[in-house]
């Protein structure tokens, strides 16, 4: 398939009043954190559903999707990754292709849903047995969204109970002056506690003091109301 064809399929599905509201939704006016963005009006099942009828996109095709002005095309594109990378026939050859192609387009994915919806399954996922330094680059490098890449990919082992990059890197970012940072750090520290609740207390009791507010509330959103209301008092 083509991205010419994969655009006529998303834009045969947009509707006017639906991208004005996503304008909105995802905060493209002057100054805010998606500033231009332009939008088809597609909602994400329409945009999954137009994904996996053409997972046999190749690269060149995808990577004119991913420069697309369009937030859906680009978001069609990294979904076809995904979902290239989750096919049980993939070989380790072609999910590598995958995760490098993902990382050479990261800045394209370029507001909070892109990453969120495809970050754990391709570079946490490639990641899980594999060194993990690239995370702590990314945390590092001042970019926004790889920030947030390097955060929310580690969902993939939290899955397998595997907590130590997410605390560490929670660490790391925990005076990120962003809300869109606090939020992430504070979901991920939210699924760790959703699968060991002593190892987010103890990293609580630890830096409760420290964590934006925002980031706190997330991560203790589960918590009984009584501890709740012990740790924002830390604040």
């Given at each position: 398939m083509t991205a010419a064809f994969i655009l006529s399929e998303l834009q045969s599905v947009g509707t006017p009043e639906k991208a004005v509201h996503l304008s909105r939704f995802f905060k493209t006016g002057p100054g805010q954190y998606g500033e231009g963005d332009q939008f088809l009006g597609v909602v994400?099942?329409?945009t999954r559903s137009i994904a996996k009828a053409n997972q046999?996109?190749?690269?060149d095709e995808l990577q004119l999707l991913l420069d697309?002005?369009?937030h859906e095309a680009r978001l069609c594109a990294l979904l076809i990754l995904v979902y290239r990378f989750q096919n049980r026939k993939a070989t380790s050859e072609e999910r590598e292709a995958i995760f490098r192609f993902y990382l050479k387009n990261m800045r394209r994915c370029n507001n909070w849903d892109l990453v969120d919806l495809t970050c754990r399954d391709i570079v946490g996922e490639y990641l899980v047995d594999k060194d993990r330094s690239l995370l702590y680059r990314?945390?590092?490098?001042?970019?926004l969204w790889e920030q947030r890449i390097s955060i929310v990919s580690t969902w993939?082992?939290?899955r397998r109970n595997d907590f130590g990059d997410t605390l560490e890197l929670s660490e790391r970012l925990i005076g990120h002056t962003h809300d869109l940072m606090h939020k992430a750090v504070g979901w991920m520290l939210r699924e760790v506690g959703k699968k060991d609740r002593q190892t987010l207390t103890d990293f609580l009791e630890r830096n409760a003091t420290r964590l934006p507010r925002t980031a706190l509330r997330y991560a203790i959103e589960h918590y009984p109301e009584p501890e709740r209301h012990y740790f924002l008092k830390k604040r």
């Open positions: 994400v099942p329409q046999a996109t190749p690269f697309s002005p369009w990314l945390a590092e490098s001042g970019n993939a082992f939290i």
